[in-house]
Antibody, heavy 123, light 107 residues
């Protein structure tokens, strides 16, 4: 079945970096764009941006430029989110979420979602 | 950016009740609206897309309607497993934006 499996929880100190992985299975990885969504503790959902899995071109939402990097390894059907210079306010659950239709624009619903990766930033 | 305003932010209801959650966009979004259900500690799950199209496997007690800027999610007869937080999302334009969520609790 179609699924996205993310890497496990991370505890990092301020100033460190973290790399979250999202491994896709059950479909052709390069046919569907991938999004990243943040959910701070007790808060709602915030779209971080997306990556074109065919070209590898990332697009970042406002507020997620500079320290956030989306990347791919298509040989293992995996998308990555790297966050550098971590701050306490980066503490959140990070989700990868595929668009719902293949070969479509990013203007699409999200399905499925990964199970989420909790990143905790604390000294 | 398109702002999505959900109401109510929380709702208490009983098993068997009919409930409606509303989502209003700050501009017309041409039915480019999805609804998600999220349970504690879990990822959001797609319920409906294109405002009214039921995702495969989602019970038919869930339905969606609306047009222009105003959309609704209706659960016709609440079941115990429906108590969760619900989010709307517009995908008419980027940045994708979500409503702030409606927490549906047991009365």
């Amino acid at each position: 079945q179609v699924q996205l499996v993310q890497s496990g929880s991370e505890l990092k100190k301020p100033g460190a970096s973290v790399k979250v992985s999202c491994k896709a299975s059950g479909y052709t990885f390069t046919s569907y764009a991938m999004n990243w969504v943040r959910q701070a503790p007790g808060q709602g959902l915030e779209w971080m941006g997306w990556i074109n899995t065919n070209t590898g071109n990332p697009t970042y939402a406002q507020g997620f430029t500079g320290r956030f990097v989306f990347s791919l390894d298509t040989s293992v059907s995996t998308a990555y989110l790297q966050i550098s210079s971590l701050k306490a306010e980066d503490t959140a659950v990070y989700y990868c979420a595929r668009v719902g239709k293949p070969y479509s624009s990013i203007l699409n619903w999200f399905d499925p979602w990964g199970q989420g990766t909790l990143v905790t930033v604390s000294s | 950016d398109i702002q999505m305003t959900q109401s109510p932010s929380s709702l208490s209801a009983s098993v068997g009740d009919r409930v409606t959650i509303t989502c209003r966009a700050s501009q017309g979004i041409s039915n480019s609206l999805a609804w998600y259900q999220q349970k504690p500690g879990k990822a959001p799950k797609l319920l409906l897309y294109a405002a009214s199209r039921l995702e495969s496997g989602v019970p038919s007690r869930f339905s969606g309607s609306g047009s222009g800027t105003d959309y609704t999610l209706t659960i016709s007869s609440l079941q115990p497993e429906d108590f969760a937080t619900y989010y709307c999302q517009q995908y008419y334009s980027t940045p994708h934006t979500f409503g702030q969520g409606t927490k549906l609790e047991i009365k």
